[in-house]
């Protein structure tokens, strides 16, 4: 049978206060997660101060310093000083770091600072680490110049403290290359080979709070000392659990599989700047270096005088803010939690039936067809970025990190609020309100019990609200009065309110609108147990047509008018430049050059150097790709590298390759797959890793040279198991256009894009070994 949950009089303005409630929580959860105001230099020693770490960054980050680069020599040469004038033992590691991913084996000759501050009586070691180096496209301050900005801060901070443990900061290189630098210090020093704690800082943004958003396994008591030392703790365990499912990595990765245990901090706002030339100091949010070095300088202090032998556990714990306030249970509690909130909405069902307010078989259709928003709210977010790609083609380029976004995600929310309606509208005559409310919190409640089985850290996002609500149902059930009603009901839905939409948010800044799905899946998570409040401030009587038509198509207004102010809004200039990509190749052996560019549609001046579609002139064995732009260019003096063989063994070549002293990194083509790969260098250990897989829109085998030595000179041996002579393609890299003639650089308003052969001159000479 049909019926009510509730009976309020006045229902109207009670739903609307239950409705402006959970906005009001919404706005002050997110106020309780914002960053931290900069201290001034004047800020008292023993504090960590945003104005004296800038300092340092306008000393050493205010050009791009990629692996092997002369920026990145000065950069290592001005933190080698500062360290040792504040009295720490320091010493430049001098490696091949390597890196194994599917038809690819990247290496790169890495420089790794290390600081050692000794401990009075030393139970281990804490690791603090950051990497100097940047991506060529830009002077990288927040990614990651900030954060070694912050470990000279926070040396200066610790002053004459005594620390009982030993205390070393690893500034590492070529991390933008496949974390090489971290690779090698976890293989060839002793720090790296012995373990510790590690406390790694990165960032994918200009700005936001320090998030600690990776952990290692069996993190209970590191996470109960950031909770208990970090006097502003952002992040929690849904972030580890959704990390550890990415491909993604920083230098944390290669670490903690060493035997490091440890956490990984990052700020991710501002995300559209990320990897370009707008990753600068003009740019930085003072605020999260400040999150940052506060955070750094208070797990220092920690850690530093901690037993870290006692901080070993075999479980991880869950992790999350309520108000300001670290909430913390061991995952031993994540399925007890999850099977209460399915019981309590069971209990919920089974009371509601009991009262007449739903039957069972609708009960099974509401909660069924519950399915249709989530669906529909992501098919919508992603149908709308598909939208934005076709007509601003940039966007692509861009990875949907837009610089001003925020009407855009309106769009998205007003979109899911939209498929929200679509569903509860038409089957709240057939099936009524209790049943759609009910069946709604099926969802999270099943949602909660699928994280505890494969993602424990990441339950409490769905088990929690929806027991909550649960229990606010039942509640509203069982007192007297209508306002009581109201109350429990609304106070049901304030845990959904605290949790998803800070998630939605964040997958905002950290995925974009590209996986502006994510996003909209969460709101409607929310609005499915927003539900009973929401059923407040429809009227009691069912919507006429006219109604039911208005409502939907309201909403559908309200998405186009966003999107069209948000594409009016989010143009490109100076101060928000859109990114093109440029590169240059010349075939030393023939003297054919050209211009290339992957841009979708190549903006006006990029259009400048290429004019179709042309791919015979390209090198051979260089990357190819559907809709990839070429032009004619003009061929510059230059030998090319030079490839020599020095032994053959069945299917293994052993090679000399020579790519110039004016090199700074070097790629090999080969066209058939190989398994194997060693690379020396004079007076470095040789590294040997594996390959699997093949590469795709080029010859199947590449390896990678970053980070050249001084004479441009390096040995390879590849194993080549199909064995018969077969043809490389060497390619000599080096930074910048602007010895090519008739080349003029970008103008406001372009940056480079973030394809790793961007703005490179590429010389290339092809082999038959």
């Given at each position: 049978?049909?019926?009510?949950?509730?009976?309020?009089?006045?229902?109207?303005?009670?739903?609307?206060?239950?409705?402006?409630?959970?906005?009001?929580?919404?706005?002050?959860?997110?106020?309780?997660?914002?960053?931290?105001?900069?201290?001034?230099?004047?800020?008292?020693?023993?504090?960590?101060?945003?104005?004296?770490?800038?300092?340092?960054?306008?000393?050493?980050?205010?050009?791009?310093?990629?692996?092997?680069?002369?920026?990145?020599?000065?950069?290592?040469?001005?933190?080698?000083?500062?360290?040792?004038?504040?009295?720490?033992?320091?010493?430049?590691?001098?490696?091949?770091?390597?890196?194994?991913?599917?038809?690819?084996?990247?290496?790169?000759?890495?420089?790794?600072?290390?600081?050692?501050?000794?401990?009075?009586?030393?139970?281990?070691?804490?690791?603090?680490?950051?990497?100097?180096?940047?991506?060529?496209?830009?002077?990288?301050?927040?990614?990651?110049?900030?954060?070694?900005?912050?470990?000279?801060?926070?040396?200066?901070?610790?002053?004459?403290?005594?620390?009982?443990?030993?205390?070393?900061?690893?500034?590492?290189?070529?991390?933008?290359?496949?974390?090489?630098?971290?690779?090698?210090?976890?293989?060839?020093?002793?720090?790296?080979?012995?373990?510790?704690?590690?406390?790694?800082?990165?960032?994918?943004?200009?700005?936001?709070?320090?998030?600690?958003?990776?952990?290692?396994?069996?993190?209970?008591?590191?996470?109960?000392?950031?909770?208990?030392?970090?006097?502003?703790?952002?992040?929690?365990?849904?972030?580890?659990?959704?990390?550890?499912?990415?491909?993604?990595?920083?230098?944390?990765?290669?670490?903690?599989?060493?035997?490091?245990?440890?956490?990984?901090?990052?700020?991710?706002?501002?995300?559209?700047?990320?990897?370009?030339?707008?990753?600068?100091?003009?740019?930085?949010?003072?605020?999260?270096?400040?999150?940052?070095?506060?955070?750094?300088?208070?797990?220092?202090?920690?850690?530093?005088?901690?037993?870290?032998?006692?901080?070993?556990?075999?479980?991880?714990?869950?992790?999350?803010?309520?108000?300001?306030?670290?909430?913390?249970?061991?995952?031993?509690?994540?399925?007890?939690?999850?099977?209460?909130?399915?019981?309590?909405?069971?209990?919920?069902?089974?009371?509601?039936?009991?009262?007449?307010?739903?039957?069972?078989?609708?009960?099974?259709?509401?909660?069924?067809?519950?399915?249709?928003?989530?669906?529909?709210?992501?098919?919508?977010?992603?149908?709308?970025?598909?939208?934005?790609?076709?007509?601003?083609?940039?966007?692509?380029?861009?990875?949907?990190?837009?610089?001003?976004?925020?009407?855009?995600?309106?769009?998205?929310?007003?979109?899911?609020?939209?498929?929200?309606?679509?569903?509860?509208?038409?089957?709240?005559?057939?099936?009524?309100?209790?049943?759609?409310?009910?069946?709604?919190?099926?969802?999270?409640?099943?949602?909660?019990?699928?994280?505890?089985?494969?993602?424990?850290?990441?339950?409490?996002?769905?088990?929690?609200?929806?027991?909550?609500?649960?229990?606010?149902?039942?509640?509203?059930?069982?007192?007297?009065?209508?306002?009581?009603?109201?109350?429990?009901?609304?106070?049901?839905?304030?845990?959904?309110?605290?949790?998803?939409?800070?998630?939605?948010r964040n997958a905002f800044d950290g995925m974009g609108l590209a996986l502006g799905g994510v996003s909209a899946l969460v709101l409607a998570l929310f609005g499915l147990m927003a539900l009973p409040p929401a059923e407040l401030w429809l009227p009691e009587r069912e919507l006429g047509r006219p109604a039911a038509i208005a409502v939907p198509a309201v909403a559908a207004g309200?998405?186009?008018?966003?999107?069209?102010?948000?594409?009016?809004?989010?143009?490109?200039?100076?101060?928000?430049?859109?990114?093109?990509?440029?590169?240059?190749?010349?075939?030393?052996?023939?003297?054919?050059?050209?211009?290339?560019?992957?841009?979708?549609?190549?903006?006006?001046?990029?259009?400048?150097?290429?004019?179709?579609?042309?791919?015979?002139?390209?090198?051979?064995?260089?990357?190819?790709?559907?809709?990839?732009?070429?032009?004619?260019?003009?061929?510059?003096?230059?030998?090319?590298?030079?490839?020599?063989?020095?032994?053959?063994?069945?299917?293994?070549?052993?090679?000399?390759?020579?790519?110039?002293?004016?090199?700074?990194?070097?790629?090999?083509?080969?066209?058939?797959?190989?398994?194997?790969?060693?690379?020396?260098?004079?007076?470095?250990?040789?590294?040997?890793?594996?390959?699997?897989?093949?590469?795709?829109?080029?010859?199947?085998?590449?390896?990678?040279?970053?980070?050249?030595?001084?004479?441009?000179?390096?040995?390879?041996?590849?194993?080549?198991?199909?064995?018969?002579?077969?043809?490389?393609?060497?390619?000599?890299?080096?930074?910048?256009?602007?010895?090519?003639?008739?080349?003029?650089?970008?103008?406001?308003?372009?940056?480079?894009?973030?394809?790793?052969?961007?703005?490179?001159?590429?010389?290339?000479?092809?082999?038959?070994?």
């Amino acid at each position: 049978m049909k019926g009510k949950l509730f009976d309020v009089p006045r229902r109207a303005l009670a739903g609307l206060s239950a409705l402006l409630a959970l906005a009001g929580v919404i706005m002050l959860t997110a106020m309780a997660d914002s960053g931290m105001q900069p201290l001034p230099a004047s800020a008292p020693d023993g504090e960590f101060s945003a104005e004296r770490a800038l300092r340092h960054l306008e000393s050493f980050a205010t050009e791009p310093r990629p692996i092997g680069s002369q920026a990145g020599e000065r950069a290592r040469d001005y933190l080698v000083r500062q360290l040792r004038s504040a009295g720490l033992d320091v010493r430049v590691q001098r490696a091949i770091g390597a890196n194994s991913s599917i038809g690819l084996a990247a290496f790169g000759q890495v420089n790794n600072v290390v600081a050692t501050r000794r401990g009075t009586g030393s139970t281990g070691t804490v690791v603090i680490a950051a990497h100097y180096d940047s991506a060529s496209m830009g002077a990288g301050v927040s990614d990651d110049a900030a954060a070694v900005a912050a470990m000279l801060e926070t040396v200066r901070a610790l002053g004459e403290t005594k620390l009982r443990n030993d205390l070393v900061l690893l500034m590492s290189e070529g991390e933008e290359d496949g974390v090489l630098g971290a690779e090698a210090f976890v293989r060839e020093h002793p720090v790296g080979r012995r373990g510790g704690v590690l406390l790694n800082w990165e960032a994918r943004g200009v700005g936001g709070p320090s998030l600690m958003f990776e952990t290692s396994r069996n993190n209970a008591n590191l996470v109960r000392t950031f909770a208990g030392a970090v006097p502003h703790p952002r992040g929690d365990s849904s972030m580890v659990e959704l990390y550890r499912l990415l491909p993604n990595n920083t230098d944390f990765t290669p670490m903690t599989k060493a035997g490091f245990s440890g956490m990984n901090f990052a700020y991710i706002e501002g995300s559209s700047r990320y990897h370009t030339a707008d990753d600068s100091i003009g740019f930085l949010d003072r605020g999260s270096l400040q999150h940052h070095g506060t955070n750094m300088l208070a797990l220092a202090r920690a850690l530093g005088d901690a037993d870290l032998p006692a901080l070993r556990a075999d479980h991880d714990t869950t992790y999350f803010r309520i108000f300001g306030t670290m909430v913390t249970y061991p995952n031993g509690l994540v399925w007890p939690l999850a099977g209460l909130a399915l019981a309590a909405v069971a209990g919920l069902g089974v009371l509601a039936r009991r009262r007449r307010l739903l039957s069972v078989p609708r009960l099974a259709v509401a909660s069924v067809s519950a399915v249709v928003p989530l669906l529909l709210s992501a098919v919508l977010a992603q149908g709308l970025w598909s939208l934005l790609a076709s007509w601003r083609p940039e966007y692509d380029g861009m990875g949907g990190l837009l610089h001003r976004p925020q009407l855009l995600q309106g769009a998205i929310v007003v979109q899911t609020a939209l498929a929200l309606l679509a569903w509860y509208l038409p089957l709240r005559r057939l099936l009524g309100p209790a049943a759609l409310a009910i069946g709604a919190l099926v969802w999270p409640a099943l949602l909660g019990a699928v994280c505890a089985q494969l993602a424990p850290g990441a339950s409490f996002m769905f088990a929690i609200p929806a027991l909550a609500c649960a229990l606010g149902g039942l509640a509203a059930l069982l007192l007297r009065g209508p306002a009581w009603r109201v109350a429990a009901v609304t106070l049901g839905a304030v845990m959904a309110a605290m949790l998803l939409p800070a998630l939605a948010r964040n997958a905002f800044d950290g995925m974009g609108l590209a996986l502006g799905g994510v996003s909209a899946l969460v709101l409607a998570l929310f609005g499915l147990m927003a539900l009973p409040p929401a059923e407040l401030w429809l009227p009691e009587r069912e919507l006429g047509r006219p109604a039911a038509i208005a409502v939907p198509a309201v909403a559908a207004g309200l998405v186009a008018a966003l999107v069209a102010g948000g594409l009016a809004m989010d143009r490109f200039d100076a101060a928000h430049p859109g990114r093109t990509h440029l590169a240059y190749a010349m075939d030393a052996d023939t003297g054919t050059a050209s211009w290339i560019s992957a841009d979708p549609a190549p903006p006006a001046w990029t259009r400048k150097y290429v004019t179709g579609h042309d791919l015979k002139a390209l090198p051979p064995g260089y990357a190819r790709g559907q809709g990839l732009w070429t032009g004619p260019a003009p061929a510059i003096k230059a030998a090319g590298p030079r490839v020599t063989v020095l032994s053959r063994d069945g299917d293994t070549v052993s090679l000399r390759l020579d790519a110039g002293r004016t090199a700074r990194s070097l790629t090999l083509r080969v066209e058939r797959p190989i398994t194997e790969v060693t690379a020396a260098a004079t007076g470095l250990t040789s590294v040997t890793i594996p390959v699997t897989g093949t590469r795709a829109g080029t010859w199947p085998g590449e390896v990678r040279f970053r980070g050249l030595p001084d004479s441009g000179v390096v040995r390879l041996t590849l194993r080549v198991p199909q064995g018969g002579r077969f043809r490389v393609t060497a390619i000599a890299e080096s930074d910048g256009h602007l010895a090519v003639p008739g080349y003029v650089p970008r103008p406001p308003g372009l940056v480079a894009a973030t394809r790793e052969d961007g703005d490179l001159v590429a010389i290339t000479r092809t082999y038959t070994l």
